[in-house]
């Protein structure tokens, strides 16, 4: 059975996103099912093997819906 990973982000003009699908392609392989999702959309991390979380930095602060995750 394949690993699961997801990779949650959160972005504020799409690039972080673009980032995320990026790395998921490189991940991807027949051992590892990785999901890319929106932070705002995960409930819950159960089910994966890895979670990977990416955000934006403003200012020296991470995004919102990251901190507020």
Not at 7 to 28: D, F, N, P
Not at 61 to 68: E, F, N, W
Request: proline share 9%.
């Amino acid at each position: 059975m394949p690993k699961k990973a997801l990779i949650a982000y959160a972005t504020w003009a799409g690039s972080t996103a673009e980032i995320a699908e990026g790395i998921a392609k490189v991940l991807r392989d027949p051992a590892i099912d990785v999901e890319v999702w929106p932070v705002h959309d995960v409930k819950s991390h159960v089910g994966f093997d890895a979670v990977i979380f990416g955000t934006p930095i403003r200012m020296g602060r991470p995004h919102p819906d990251i901190s507020d995750s």
